[in-house]
């Protein structure tokens, strides 16, 4: 046996996945749901029977989690899904960059730099405003599937 230790390479997660496997028809509305490699909230699911031969189909119509588009899939109902781990995580804003970025504080005390200003115009409306004012803001990160995106706004009372 060698005297040596081992050195390995941490690389971020252990392997995890961004999806888990659910049967389609387990599958309800207002769950999650990957169509087309997207990350979307299940909005209307409907069953249809089976046919002569045939298996029982779910048709789901979904909206993206980050972009809000609509999208619809059909898959039978006996076939298993992909289903995204969804995170929302709480964050104090402390900046906002003049390129569009945003400066988070997290729970650990570190800072999160990483971060666009939200598409939607009513959340960034209320986010500039809200920090233009001095107000202590804190903002809601969903995060799927690699991707990120500040869904929410709470106002915790001036600085």
């Known amino acids: 046996m060698s005297d ?21 028809g387990a599958i309800r509305k207002n769950g999650y749901i990957v169509i087309k490699g997207r990350p979307c909230k299940v909005v209307e699911v409907s069953t249809s029977k ?42 104090q804003l402390i900046d906002i960059s003049e390129d569009g970025f945003v ?21 960034l409306t209320q986010i500039k405003d809200g920090f233009g004012d001095g107000k202590d803001l804190v903002v809601t990160v969903m995060s799927a599937m690699g991707e990120e995106q500040i869904c929410a706004l709470k106002d915790i009372g001036p600085k």
């Open 103 to 123: 400066s988070l504080l997290t729970e650990n005390g570190n800072t999160k730099d990483d971060l666009r200003l939200p598409t939607d115009d009513t959340l």
């Open 4 to 24: 040596e230790e081992h050195q390995f390479e941490s690389k971020a997660d252990a392997g995890a996945s961004k999806t888990y496997p659910q049967q389609a």
């Open 50 to 91: 089976t046919g002569k031969h045939g298996h029982a189909k779910c048709h789901f119509v979904a909206i993206d989690i980050f972009n809000g588009k609509k999208l619809e899939d059909i898959v039978p109902s006996s076939h298993n899904c992909d289903v995204p781990h969804v995170n929302r995580t709480d964050y």
